[in-house]
């Protein structure tokens, strides 16, 4: 159980061009997503955490209107970078919790990732 | 802020030894759980063994403990019995109780030497 999705795996895109990312839970309920940005050898940084139903929260640095989140359903979050550029370029993992799971531990369970091209 | 320190870059380690890593963090709170994730060149995070801070006993995962020193805020990992395949990126993480965001370390990266 617990499995989150993420599509498209990888994308390559031009310069300027949208591009939207979907992380799907599977066989739970997420009611909170978390968008993480990790660049090459490096960690995972947090971007935004998204509850269904509500806006998201951003942290520290990260552009919201960039980077726009949607989480209109208990199985869907998306990420949209809007006006893409090349130092947007980076592996993008978004993970999931919620209901129906062992909560009491404060798992996330992660999506496989999406690597994004910026040309 | 809650801080995650790895201190190992990189750790290397014969198939079949053992191996430990390292974990520190910083926290004043006294709720919170920590974790281990393993993330292989696939770049999918996988969950390790956690460990609930309340609890003294250290968690076991099969091949997998830890050493939790809640004390000296430390956190180790030890993989027994080493494997070709535990060859990956190891991240120690902190999650605060209550709140849902997980603070990472900057990771070790182990590998299996035949």
């Known amino acids: 159980g617990a499995v989150v999705s993420q599509h498209p795996s990888r994308v390559i895109c031009k310069s300027g061009t949208s591009v939207k990312i979907e992380c799907r839970s599977l066989?739970?309920?997420?009611?909170?997503m978390f968008w993480y940005r990790q660049f090459p050898k490096k960690s995972l940084m947090l971007m935004a955490t998204s509850n269904e139903g509500s806006k998201a929260t951003y942290e520290q640095g990260v552009e919201k209107d960039k980077f726009l989140i949607n989480h209109a359903s208990l199985t869907l979050s998306t990420l949209t970078v809007t006006s893409a550029h090349p130092e947007d370029s980076s592996f993008y993992i978004c993970s999931a919790r919620g209901t129906g799971l062992p909560v009491t531990y404060n798992e996330q369970f992660f999506g496989p990732g999406t690597r994004l091209t910026v040309l | 802020a809650q801080t995650v320190t790895q201190s190992q870059p990189e750790m290397s380690v014969q198939e079949a030894e053992t191996v430990t890593l390292s974990c520190t963090y910083d926290?004043?709170?006294?709720?919170?759980?920590l974790f281990w994730y393993k993330q292989p060149p696939s770049r999918q995070m996988i969950l390790v063994i956690r460990q609930e801070a309340y609890k003294q006993q250290n968690a076991t995962e099969n091949r997998f403990s830890v050493n939790f020193q809640k004390a000296a805020k430390s956190f180790s990992l030890k993989i027994s019995d080493s494997q070709l395949g535990d060859a990956a990126m190891y991240f120690c993480?902190?999650?605060?109780?209550?709140?849902?965001?997980?603070?990472f370390g900057k990771g070790t990266k182990l590998t299996v030497n035949p």
């Open positions: 066989d739970f309920q997420a009611t909170t």
């Open positions: 993480a902190y999650g605060q109780g209550g709140s849902e965001k997980l603070v």
């Open positions: 926290t004043s709170e006294s709720d919170y759980y």
